[in-house]
Nanobody, 115 residues
Framework: QVQLVESGGGLVQAGGSLRLSCAAS????????IAWYRQAPGTQREWVAD???????NYAGSVEGRFTISRDNAKNTAYLQMNSLKPEDTAVYYC?????????WGQGTQVTVSS
């Protein structure tokens, strides 16, 4: 059973930065596909970014150039560095892991960007 625990969310002013972490246990982390999603109140969960086990990354257009996804396999941890934050980035951010055909989600961490 894979467990994902996100941390690093909080309240920040527009233009500020946050770094989210996703700590994984119970998995062969280096073989996992990792992604970040977010969900604002009243909206559907949306994909933000992902990183393959080989380190290839992809980003949603709304965050490209501002967010950076990365992973440290030695620490079983993935990160989402968020810069130049905007009020519309306010959401609960979820870590997602897919490994051996199974999908796992973290509990989410709240990010609030004030204008």
């Amino acid at each position: 059973q894979v467990q994902l625990v996100e941390s690093g969310g909080g309240l920040v002013q527009a233009g500020g930065s946050l770094r989210l972490s996703c700590a994984a246990s119970g998995s062969i982390f280096s073989l996992a596909f990792i992604a970040w999603y977010r969900q604002a109140p009243g909206t559907q969960r949306e994909w933000v970014a992902d990183i393959t086990r080989s380190g290839n990354t992809n980003y949603a257009g709304s965050v490209e150039g501002r967010f950076t996804i990365s992973r440290d396999n030695a620490k079983n941890t993935a990160y989402l560095q968020m810069n130049s934050l905007k009020p519309e980035d306010t959401a609960v951010y979820y870590c997602y892991c897919r490994q051996f055909g199974n999908s796992y989600w973290g509990q989410g961490t709240q990010v609030t960007v004030s204008s």
